[in-house]
């Protein structure tokens, strides 16, 4: 069974960091591009990265560029989205999923194939 799980939400304090966890199971995550993405309640899912094979590419929101950086390690089938720099308005749940090809990455949410249950992330003081 085909599944990714997020780890590493929780609480933190504006300005402060956080990196969460994607880990793959039951599929080779080299041969998938992955992305990010958050919502907040009552509204739309938003993209927010998404990383290539290898982490050969990686495009990121506006809103998050230059204080998210995602990253991948294939050979432990697991992705990463390392936040700093956090603001009120990053607060919310982090999905990650996968999408098939190496060199895919889209900001498509239909687009995926696979998705994680999400993991929580709260900025507050």
């Known amino acids: 069974q085909q599944q990714l799980v997020e780890s590493g939400g929780g609480l933190v304090n504006p300005g402060g960091s956080r990196r969460l966890s994607c880990a793959a199971a039951g599929f080779i995550l080299d041969d998938y591009g992955l992305g990010w993405f958050r919502q907040v309640p009552g509204k739309e899912r938003e993209w927010v990265s998404c990383?290539?094979?290898?982490?050969?590419?990686?495009n990121y929101a506006d809103s998050v560029k230059g204080r998210f950086t995602a990253s991948r390690d294939d050979a432990k089938n697991t992705a990463y989205l390392q936040m700093n720099n956090l603001r009120s308005e990053d607060a919310a749940v982090y999905f990650c999923?996968?999408?098939?090809?190496?060199?895919?990455?889209?900001?498509?949410?239909?687009?995926?194939?696979?998705w994680g249950q999400g993991t929580q992330v709260t900025v507050s003081s």
């Open positions: 990383i290539t094979s290898r982490g050969s590419m990686a």
């Open positions: 999923a996968a999408i098939i090809g190496r060199t895919v990455c889209s900001r498509e949410s239909e687009e995926y194939n696979y």
